[in-house]
Structures are given as structure tokens and as C-alpha cells.
Nanobody
């Protein structure tokens, strides 16, 4: 089993930056992939990006490419999401997810074993 705790959300003006963190507390759990989903008010939850834990290979969706970056700290079992040039469309609850299974479809929510409670990100003036 694993517990995920996100932090780093908040209110930021458009054009500003935030860095989200997700700490995974593991017990006999080997991480294969960690990722972020977000859900904006009135919209469906969507995949943002993630990282293959062993290799460090990262991926973000096209809508945030060049502005959002994933990284990890293996020793701390922590996933980061650096978000720059935030716009109001980024306003959402951001949730961290993890799986120990080798998955091919990283966009599918059911492929993830555990979810964090989420952290609110608001980009507004």
C-alpha cells in the first residue's frame, strides 16, 4: 500500500509559477509510474503528465508542453510538477497518482492504484 500527500497549491496571478510536490509513503511498494491529473470546475478529470520512476522519463500533454515540467527525487519518493506561465485555464484540483503495474496507457485513470486527496491551484488576478 502507498499513501500520497500533495502540497504546493495556492493562488497565483496569471503568468506566475507554482511547484507541486507529491510524497509517496511506501510499504513494500515498488513505484512504476507516477503522474498528475487535474479536474477543473464543471469539467472531466484529465491527465497532465507523469514520470516513469526507474528511468526518469517524463511526459506532459501538449496543452502544457513548455510550461509544465515533471521531475522526481528518488531518495525522497517525491514527484514534482513545476508549473510556469500559469493561465486561468490551469485552475483545477491537481491530484497525484501512482501505480506499481507496468502500464501502457498512462491516460487511463483505472490504471492507477492510489490517489492523493488533491491540491487546489488557482490562477486568477
Amino acid at each position: 500500500q502507498v499513501q500520497l500527500v500533495e502540497s504546493g497549491g495556492g493562488l497565483v496571478q496569471p503568468g506566475g509559477s507554482l511547484r507541486l510536490s507529491c510524497v509517496a509513503s511506501t510499504d513494500n511498494y515498488r513505484i512504476y509510474y507516477m503522474a498528475w491529473f487535474r479536474q477543473a470546475p464543471g469539467l472531466e478529470r484529465e491527465f497532465v503528465g507523469g514520470i516513469t520512476w526507474n528511468s526518469g522519463t517524463t511526459f506532459v500533454v501538449d496543452s502544457v508542453q513548455g510550461r509544465f515540467t515533471n521531475s522526481r527525487d528518488n531518495a525522497k519518493n517525491t514527484l514534482y510538477l513545476q508549473m510556469d506561465s500559469l493561465n486561468p485555464e490551469a485552475t483545477a484540483v491537481y491530484s497525484c497518482v501512482v501505480t506499481q503495474k507496468i502500464i501502457s496507457n498512462i491516460y487511463r485513470m483505472n490504471n492507477y492504484d492510489n490517489w492523493g486527496e488533491g491540491t487546489q491551484v488557482t490562477a486568477s488576478s
